[in-house]
């Protein structure tokens, strides 16, 4: 009954810039907390950036000052914003939301994940 889609990733130079995109749709009646994780080749799962559905923001370490999350609740839709990307950016970048939605007059809250998208930076 909700799916997320995501968009936006590829190939860049160090340097460059990239914006992913996280749309869910189905019966949404509230988007709450939103994220971004990343995953490299023999990591764990890192959690890049959050945005409450209050506009609260919280960053890695790793990518503060470089990338921006945003949400745009008319779209039901997550962006990060990714400036000056780094070689150790390269990694596949998931979105997680955590959803109200209802399926007739009963209301549920669950997470759901993108499916991933590929971020490979070059040096």
């Known amino acids: 009954q909700v799916q997320l889609v995501e968009s936006g990733g590829g190939l860049v130079q160090a340097g460059g810039s990239l914006r992913l995109s996280c749309a869910a749709s189905?019966?949404?009646?509230?988007?709450?907390?939103m994220g971004w994780y990343r995953q490299a080749p023999g990591k764990q799962r890192e959690l890049v950036a959050a945005?409450?559905?209050?506009?609260?923001?919280n960053y890695a370490d790793s990518v503060k000052g470089r990338f921006t999350i945003s949400g745009d609740n008319a779209k039901n839709t997550v962006y990060l914003q990714m400036n000056s990307l780094k070689p150790e950016d390269t990694a596949v970048y998931y979105c997680?939301?955590?959803?109200?939605?209802?399926?007739?007059?009963?209301?549920?809250?669950?997470?759901?994940w993108g499916q991933g998208t590929q971020v490979t930076v070059s040096s």
């Open positions: 997680k939301e955590t959803i109200t939605y209802y399926r007739g007059s009963v209301y549920y809250t669950d997470d759901y």
């Open positions: 189905g019966s949404i009646f509230r988007l709450n907390a």
């Open positions: 945005i409450s559905n209050r506009g609260i923001t």
